[in-house]
């Protein structure tokens, strides 16, 4: 990839990154719709059909599974814009798009936070706030997250083993720097309206456990100050599914423990996928 790619210029890249469970990639057809959504808004035409970007992401899965041994994995999709036209002489790798497809164990990611399923997770809002849904969509997935990584160091600045929750610009919760957001109150399952937030998969899947095991969740605008009312809270991810949220900018949410709430969606979603997802 040259670096006069847009990719790297810009971070003109769409991406998706989709987790296996039983050496099987989960709901890969949801990631690829989004993919797919993500490229049109973006206008990058990567010259693979959805159908043929499903077919050759699995024929890497098979090739891959005697590396990976028993281990689950990640398959990361980037396309790029490809090479800019600015610099086209100096561009030996063409200014077609680039598309990429990766594979790796998900135990370099998930090792470090197997205990945050028992323990919680403590999020806190930084003073970066998402990107306004009037400027870019943030339905779009792409690597133009300079914000993203600015609030990580900003909470991280703050102690260690903290995530950002960030808000928009009238002060209401959005989402994580890769992670949606639940709580629930007064028996109800709250999550924040879709207009600043993106449509991650995992939310998609929670939506789904949800209405499942017969509740039922509002979308609305929530502040930093209805977590702390708040009995539980957690977070959604692909890589994760859930985790729960015990502490909030300091303090603690419900008791402090992972809520009955969490722990009926958590056992139904491990069902789903036929193993203990912490495990």
């Not at 997770?121 to 990107?131: I, L």
């Not at 949220?245 to 069902?271: Q, S």
Request: proline share 4%.
């Amino acid at each position: 990839i040259s670096i006069f790619d847009s990719g790297i210029m810009y971070g003109d890249i769409c991406f998706e990154l989709t987790r296996s469970f039983k050496q099987k990639p989960y709901r890969l057809r949801d990631h690829l719709d989004r993919l797919y959504e993500s490229l049109s808004y973006a206008e990058i035409d990567c010259g693979l059909s959805k159908n043929e970007m499903e077919k050759v992401s699995l024929e890497l899965v098979e090739r891959s599974l005697p590396a990976l041994g028993d281990f689950e994995f990640h398959l990361y999709h980037n396309i790029s814009r490809g090479g800019m036209g600015l610099y086209e002489e100096l561009i030996n790798e063409g200014t077609d798009p680039i598309v990429a497809i990766n594979i790796f164990p998900i135990v370099r990611t998930l090792g470090r936070m197997a205990k945050r399923y028992e323990e919680g997770a403590h999020f806190v809002t930084p003073r970066q706030q998402s990107v306004p849904w009037r400027c870019i969509s943030p339905r779009a997935k792409t690597h133009s997250r300079v914000h993203y990584k600015l609030a990580d160091i900003e909470v991280g600045r703050m102690g260690d083993d903290l995530n950002a929750l960030l808000t928009d610009d009238r002060g209401f919760l959005t989402e994580g720097t890769g992670n949606n957001f639940f709580m629930v109150r007064d028996g109800q399952i709250l999550t924040p309206k879709v207009h600043s937030i993106l449509f991650g998969i995992g939310r998609k899947a929670c939506l789904e456990v949800i209405e499942r095991v017969g509740m039922s969740v509002v979308e609305t605008d929530l502040g930093p100050y209805d977590v702390l009312q708040a009995s539980e809270a957690w977070s959604t991810s692909t890589t994760i599914c859930m985790i729960p949220i015990t502490r909030f900018n300091f303090k603690t949410v419900g008791d402090g423990k992972p809520g009955p709430v969490y722990k009926k969606l958590y056992d139904a979603w491990c069902e789903e996928v036929g193993l203990d997802i912490a495990a």
